[in-house]
């Protein structure tokens, strides 16, 4: 029998039984993909990514750079298996996703740590501690437990994903090649732009267009960074050229002006044979998702190598059922990691699975385990996730925000490297300490 039970094989799940198996712990890694699917999962891999292939920023000074440069301090896989696949994506780290995904498959098919099965677990397993990584489509039968468990209820909202089309169906007659004020490569990113009238005729048949209906005993919300295009255009006139279809930092170079709005492109695999519609997440019907982006000047006559869907995304209340160290406090055997606790994004989700495997290895050698710090990344994520002080908890990207305040004024542009700072003091000082509790119980 293994010492783990570590139940989902998405980025968080994955991430801990990595962190457990580096740490000489055996760990059953469940899974019930391909058997059993989802409404957004199209493979059997372990940790899919399902949404966009952008796992944000790399800047260091970034919240999300930040927090990459500590997941690749304690040796994370995800970050390592994205850097090994990354694509051109200007100062964001994008990656293959199917050389990410077979990546880290790979690494943790042949570790003799870990044993995965491909089986679906309606209950939380007992005897031994489990780590729930199940994300945000948690199957029916186990978010019901997890409920019941808590005794706090369920809470869900809605995520959208972006269509991707073929480069070949391009126009590159009006497509132009660019990212926002000469970042990156010249070719990380696509350009659609579009005049006034152009777009206030993309955003009247986008209005007007037909949704997949929600079901009957279904409450529609969205988390704010994960709005459908339609949502969006639904806020205002210029809701959308104001946002996901900013022209910002960007020339036509067949007018040598900015255009009014522009639909950006990002690539989806190192070869640049397929592109992400960037901010264009949707709950449109397949038929009116091919009519309505095709309106977009050169995606005329655009390929769709996947069409945008919408799915539910369950998270518990965290501050309210979870201890410091992600532990249910119904349940001190089993452990929540990922996105189910409350944390939003491809990174974070890892991160949380990080820690959740850390502080699991920690109880099995009889350490206390240690939570990093609220001044790191780690530790700032960590906190929203476990003791929020929002009144009505949300889902959360890391960000700045988060972080403990500096405690003294200083310009805007001065703030990030000043947090950063902070963080790379603060995590050394926690990694030493974890070291040294770990020696002590040796």
């Given at each position: 029998?293994?010492?783990?039970?570590?139940?989902?094989?998405?980025?968080?799940?994955?991430?801990?039984?990595?962190?457990?198996?580096?740490?000489?712990?055996?760990?059953?890694?469940?899974?019930?993909?391909?058997?059993?699917?989802?409404?957004?999962?199209?493979?059997?891999?372990?940790?899919?990514?399902?949404?966009?292939?952008?796992?944000?920023?790399?800047?260091?000074?970034?919240?999300?750079?930040?927090?990459?440069?500590e997941?690749?301090?304690?040796?994370?896989?995800?970050?390592?298996?994205?850097?090994?696949?990354?694509?051109?994506?200007?100062d964001?780290l994008?990656?293959?996703?199917?050389?990410?995904s077979?990546?880290?498959?790979?690494?943790?098919?042949?570790?003799?740590?870990?044993?995965?099965?491909?089986?679906?677990?309606?209950s939380?397993?007992?005897?031994?501690?489990?780590?729930v990584?199940?994300?945000?489509?948690?199957?029916?039968?186990l978010?019901?437990?997890?409920?019941?468990?808590?005794?706090?209820?369920?809470?869900?909202?809605?995520?959208?994903?972006?269509?991707?089309?073929?480069s070949?169906?391009?126009?590159?007659?009006?497509?132009?090649?660019?990212?926002?004020?000469?970042?990156?490569?010249?070719?990380?990113?696509l350009?659609?732009?579009?005049?006034?009238?152009?777009?206030?005729?993309?955003?009247?048949?986008?209005?007007?267009?037909?949704?997949?209906?929600?079901?009957?005993?279904?409450?529609?919300?969205h988390?704010?960074?994960?709005?459908?295009?339609?949502?969006?255009?639904?806020?205002?006139?210029?809701?959308?050229?104001?946002?996901?279809?900013?022209?910002?930092?960007?020339?036509?170079p067949?007018?040598?002006?900015?255009?009014?709005?522009?639909?950006?492109?990002r690539?989806?695999?190192?070869?640049?044979t397929?592109?992400?519609?960037?901010g264009?997440?949707?709950?449109?019907?397949?038929?009116?998702?091919?009519?309505?982006?095709?309106?977009?000047?050169?995606?005329?006559?655009?390929?769709?190598?996947?069409?945008?869907?919408?799915?539910?995304?369950?998270?518990?209340?965290?501050?309210?059922?979870?201890d410091?160290?992600?532990?249910?406090?119904?349940?001190?055997?089993?452990?929540?990691?990922g996105?189910i606790?409350g944390?939003?994004g491809y990174?974070?989700?890892?991160?949380?699975?990080?820690?959740?495997?850390?502080?699991?290895?920690?109880?099995l050698?009889g350490?206390?385990?240690?939570?990093?710090?609220?001044?790191?990344?780690?530790?700032?994520?960590?906190?929203?996730?476990?003791?929020?002080?929002?009144?009505?908890?949300?889902?959360?990207?890391?960000?700045?925000?988060?972080?403990?305040?500096l405690?003294?004024?200083?310009?805007?542009?001065d703030?990030?490297a000043?947090?950063?700072a902070?963080?790379?003091?603060?995590?050394?000082q926690?990694?030493?300490?974890?070291?040294?509790?770990?020696?002590?119980?040796?």
């Amino acid at each position: 029998m293994s010492d783990v039970v570590v139940v989902g094989g998405g980025l968080a799940g994955c991430e801990a039984a990595w962190m457990l198996a580096r740490r000489g712990f055996s760990v059953e890694l469940c899974e019930m993909r391909p058997a059993v699917m989802t409404p957004a999962h199209r493979t059997g891999m372990l940790a899919e990514l399902v949404c966009s292939n952008s796992l944000r920023s790399a800047n260091p000074l970034n919240a999300v750079g930040l927090l990459k440069n500590e997941m690749r301090a304690l040796g994370s896989l995800t970050i390592e298996i994205a850097d090994s696949c990354a694509v051109p994506a200007g100062d964001a780290l994008a990656v293959d996703r199917n050389a990410f995904s077979a990546g880290v498959t790979e690494r943790l098919s042949t570790n003799p740590l870990v044993e995965i099965a491909r089986r679906e677990i309606e209950s939380i397993p007992a005897g031994r501690p489990v780590i729930v990584a199940t994300g945000p489509l948690t199957s029916e039968k186990l978010s019901r437990e997890l409920a019941s468990t808590t005794g706090a209820g369920q809470f869900y909202f809605y995520d959208a994903i972006a269509p991707v089309v073929s480069s070949e169906s391009l126009d590159m007659s009006i497509v132009f090649a660019q990212s926002r004020y000469g970042k990156g490569g010249g070719d990380d990113y696509l350009n659609c732009p579009m005049n006034e009238a152009e777009y206030c005729a993309f955003r009247d048949e986008l209005l007007s267009a037909e949704t997949v209906p929600l079901r009957i005993f279904e409450k529609e919300l969205h988390f704010s960074g994960c709005m459908p295009i339609e949502a969006i255009a639904s806020s205002g006139a210029m809701a959308l050229a104001h946002g996901p279809l900013k022209p910002v930092g960007l020339v036509d170079p067949r007018t040598g002006a900015r255009p009014f709005a522009v639909l950006q492109l990002r690539r989806e695999d190192a070869a640049g044979t397929c592109w992400n519609l960037v901010g264009c997440q949707t709950k449109l019907t397949y038929p009116e998702q091919r009519r309505v982006f095709r309106l977009v000047p050169g995606l005329e006559r655009a390929e769709f190598t996947r069409l945008g869907s919408m799915h539910r995304n369950t998270f518990v209340n965290g501050p309210a059922v979870l201890d410091s160290t992600l532990r249910l406090r119904s349940r001190e055997e089993v452990t929540l990691a990922g996105q189910i606790t409350g944390v939003e994004g491809y990174v974070e989700s890892a991160a949380c699975g990080m820690l959740a495997g850390l502080f699991t290895a920690a109880r099995l050698t009889g350490a206390e385990p240690l939570p990093p710090p609220p001044e790191t990344a780690l530790g700032s994520l960590l906190r929203h996730a476990t003791s929020s002080e929002w009144r009505h908890y949300q889902p959360s990207n890391v960000n700045y925000g988060l972080f403990p305040p500096l405690g003294r004024r200083m310009a805007h542009r001065d703030r990030n490297a000043a947090y950063a700072a902070r963080a790379v003091t603060a995590l050394e000082q926690w990694v030493a300490a974890m070291e040294k509790s770990l020696e002590s119980e040796l």
